[in-house]
C-alpha cells in the first residue's frame, strides 16, 4: 500500500514569510497527526485529527499556526508569520488501529 | 503531563553485543507504549507496541517488555548487528492517556 506523503520535502524561507505544508495519508486511515521535529529531539505533537475533526490541537501555537483537513483525507498545516524557532522537520503521520502510526518523508523548514 | 525518558546516546556497540535502551515515562491513565525507529535518510517507523501492563512487544529480535510497577518500556536485542544502526525512540499514546508523547531518541552505531 501507499504510504504517508508530504510535500515539500525540503523549504528554505525567511522569517516573517509564510509556508504551507501537505499531507496525503494512507486511504482509509481515519487519524491524522502532525508533528515538530527539532533537532536532537523527539517529535512534539501539534495537531491530531480523527477525520476532519480535531481530537487534540494543545500545543499548536495557534497565533501563527493552523491546520485543516478537508472531507476527512488530506491536509494542510500553515505557518504564518514563520519565526527563526520554526526551523524544524515537520511530520505527518496517520493511523488505523489507535495511535499505531505510519509517519511520511517529512519536511525539512529552513527559517532564515 | 506526560513524559518519555530515554537513555541518552550515543550508543556504540560491537556486531553480537547485547542492546539494552532505557525507556521510562510518566503518564496518566493507561498509555500504550510503543518503539520507533529511523534508519539514516529515512522516515519514523514504528518496531515494536505494547498496549497493557506485562505485554511483551517483539519484532525482527527486537523485544520490550510493559512494566507498569516501575514505568518502564525498555528495550532489548540479544545480538545487534551493523544494520541496527539507527534512532530509537521510545512512545506513549492512547485513548485515555493524552496526547501521544515522545521521548527525544537514542542513537546507536553498531560497529563491525
Known amino acids: 500500500e501507499a504510504g504517508v506523503a508530504q510535500s515539500p520535502r525540503y523549504k528554505i524561507i525567511e522569517k516573517r514569510q509564510s509556508v504551507a505544508f501537505w499531507c496525503n495519508p494512507i486511504?482509509?486511515?481515519?487519524?491524522l497527526y502532525w508533528y515538530q521535529q527539532i533537532l536532537g529531539q523527539g517529535p512534539k505533537l501539534l495537531i491530531q485529527?480523527?477525520?476532519?475533526?480535531?481530537?487534540?490541537d494543545s500545543q499548536l501555537p495557534k497565533d501563527r499556526f493552523s491546520a485543516e483537513r478537508l472531507k476527512g483525507v488530506d491536509s494542510t498545516l500553515k505557518i504564518q508569520p514563520a519565526k527563526l524557532e520554526d526551523s524544524a522537520v515537520y511530520l505527518c503521520?496517520?493511523?488505523?488501529?489507535?495511535?499505531?502510526?505510519?509517519f511520511g518523508p517529512g519536511t525539512r523548514l529552513t527559517v532564515t | 503531563g506526560n513524559s518519555v525518558t530515554q537513555m541518552e546516546g550515543p550508543v556504540t556497540l560491537s556486531e553480537e553485543a547485547f542492546l539494552t535502551i532505557n525507556c521510562t515515562y510518566t503518564a496518566t491513565g493507561y498509555p500504550s507504549l510503543f518503539w520507533y525507529v529511523q534508519y539514516p535518510g529515512e522516515g519514523l517507523q514504528l518496531l515494536l507496541k505494547?498496549?497493557?501492563?506485562?505485554d511483551k512487544g517483539s519484532n525482527k529480535g527486537f523485544e520490550a517488555t510493559y512494566r507498569k510497577e516501575t514505568t518502564s518500556f525498555h528495550l532489548e536485542k540479544g545480538s545487534v548487528q551493523v544494520s541496527d544502526s539507527a534512532v530509537y525512540f521510545c512512545?506513549?499514546?492512547?485513548?485515555?492517556?493524552?496526547?501521544?508523547?515522545f521521548g527525544d531518541g537514542t542513537t546507536l552505531t553498531v560497529k563491525p
Open positions: 485529527f480523527q477525520n476532519n475533526g480535531v481530537v487534540d
Open positions: 503521520a496517520s493511523s488505523l488501529v489507535p495511535y499505531e502510526q505510519y
Open positions: 486511504s482509509g486511515h481515519a487519524t
Open positions: 505494547a498496549t497493557k501492563a506485562d
Open positions: 512512545a506513549l499514546s492512547g485513548t485515555n492517556a493524552g496526547k501521544s508523547t
